[in-house]
């Protein structure tokens, strides 16, 4: 049983320009979420997608955009970067949105550097 | 929104002492979830507690939930080599998702 995958795994970008990030969820388990973990610091809440759709969004600017598959696998795009963009990205998955009894499981993350 | 406060930030230890890592809030959580993530890797569930006074323990680890369901501890008796890593607490947030702490860097000294 496959985990939470993502990729690539290491993505170097300059800024203004647009990435996509990519992530495939535990087998048997429909809710993304997307976080962004800056170095040192706890990882962020940036949006949620159920049923190809976004159901929650953080604090991020609409840079940040996603999309959900019929098969739950999601990307996540950020368009225009800045270098405040450098970060590692998260995908977390977890079965249904609301039944917040269960934990996410996280993938290994995409390390984004803005140059 | 919703914020948890975790300390200390970092925490040096000798190899065989106690670890201890705190987690505050200033509103009443529904529940809490901690997370351990290892250098360079990405973070793994541990536990989550949503009973007010709840205790559990994992073998060498014990976490509490406060009676008033605002704050939250976690407790490693006698660390090893294999504990080194950042340990984040993380609650609800209003969004939905997940409100992590900052997280405690626990660094152990052989």
């Known amino acids: 049983d496959a985990g939470v995958t993502q990729s690539p795994t290491h993505l170097i970008k300059t800024r203004g320009q647009q990435v996509t990030l990519r992530c495939s969820p535990k087998s048997g388990h429909d809710t993304v979420s997307w976080y962004q973990q800056a170095l040192g610091q706890g990882p962020q809440f940036i949006f949620q997608y159920y049923e190809e759709e976004e159901r929650q969004r953080g604090n991020f600017p609409d840079r940040f955009s996603g999309h959900q598959f019929p098969n739950y696998s999601s990307e996540l795009n950020v368009n225009a970067l800045l270098l405040g963009d450098s970060a590692l990205y998260l995908c977390?998955?977890?079965?249904?949105?609301?039944?917040?009894?269960?934990?996410?499981?996280f993938g290994p993350g995409t390390r984004l550097t803005v140059t | 929104g919703q914020q948890v406060m975790q300390i200390p930030q970092y925490q040096h230890v000798q190899e065989g002492e106690d670890f201890t890592t705190y987690c505050n809030s200033s509103t009443t959580l529904s529940n809490i979830q901690w997370y351990k993530q290892r250098p360079g890797g990405h973070p793994v569930f541990l536990i989550q507690?949503?009973?007010?006074?709840e205790v559990k323990k994992q073998k060498r680890l014990t976490f509490q939930f406060g009676e008033a369901k605002k704050n939250s501890s976690l407790h490693i008796t006698a660390t090893q080599t294999t504990d080194v890593g950042t340990y984040f607490c993380?609650?609800?947030?209003?969004?939905?998702?997940?409100?992590f702490g900052k997280g405690t860097h626990l660094i152990i000294q052989p």
């Open positions: 507690l949503v009973k007010s006074g």
């Open positions: 993380a609650a609800r947030g209003g969004a939905d998702g997940l409100t």
């Open positions: 977390a998955s977890r079965i249904s949105p609301g039944v917040w009894a269960y934990e996410q499981y």
